[in-house]
Nanobody, 125 residues
Framework: VQLQASGGGLVQAGGSLRLSCAASGRSFSNYAMGWFRRAPGKEREYVAAISWGGGSTDYADSVKDRFTISRDNAKNTMYLQMNSLKPEDTAVYYC???????????????????WGKGTQVTVSS
C-alpha cells in the first residue's frame, strides 16, 4: 500500500481544511488508518485513527470535537476534516496504515505498516 496525503495549506485561525490520504493497492480496506502530525521543534503526535470498516474512530484530546476522521473504501481514500483550527494545529500531517487501531491509540509508530509523505498545515493567528 502506498499512501499520499494532500489538502494542506494556509488558513486563518477558526477556519477549516480537509486532508485526504489516497492509497494505492487492493488491500486498503484491510487496514486501520490514521493521522499523525509533527510541529516544528516538537515530537510526532498522534491525531486520529479509524478502523478498517470505519465503524470505530479515535481522537487525541487536543483535536476531539474539532476534527473528524472518515474513509471511503470504494475510493481508497481517508479524510480528516479539521474545523475550528488553531495556530497550535500548525504541523506537517502524515497518514499511516496499520493492522489494527492499537498502534495508533498507543502512539506506537513502529507498529505502522505504511506511512505517507506529509502535507503542511499552517494556521495563522
Amino acid at each position: 500500500v502506498q499512501l499520499q496525503a494532500s489538502g494542506g495549506g494556509l488558513v486563518q485561525a477558526g477556519g477549516s481544511l480537509r486532508l485526504s490520504c489516497a492509497a494505492s493497492g487492493r488491500s486498503f480496506s484491510n487496514y486501520a488508518m490514521g493521522w499523525f502530525r509533527r510541529a516544528p521543534g516538537k515530537e510526532r503526535e498522534y491525531v486520529a485513527a479509524i478502523s478498517w470498516g470505519g465503524g470505530s474512530t479515535d481522537y487525541a484530546d487536543s483535536v476531539k470535537d474539532r476534527f473528524t476522521i472518515s474513509r471511503d473504501n470504494a475510493k481508497n481514500t481517508m479524510y480528516l476534516q479539521m474545523n475550528s483550527l488553531k495556530p497550535e494545529d500548525t504541523a506537517v500531517y502524515y497518514c499511516a496504515a496499520a493492522q489494527t487501531l492499537g498502534p495508533f491509540i498507543g502512539s506506537n509508530y513502529y507498529g505502522m505498516d505504511y506511512w505517507g509523505k506529509g502535507t503542511q498545515v499552517t494556521v495563522s493567528s
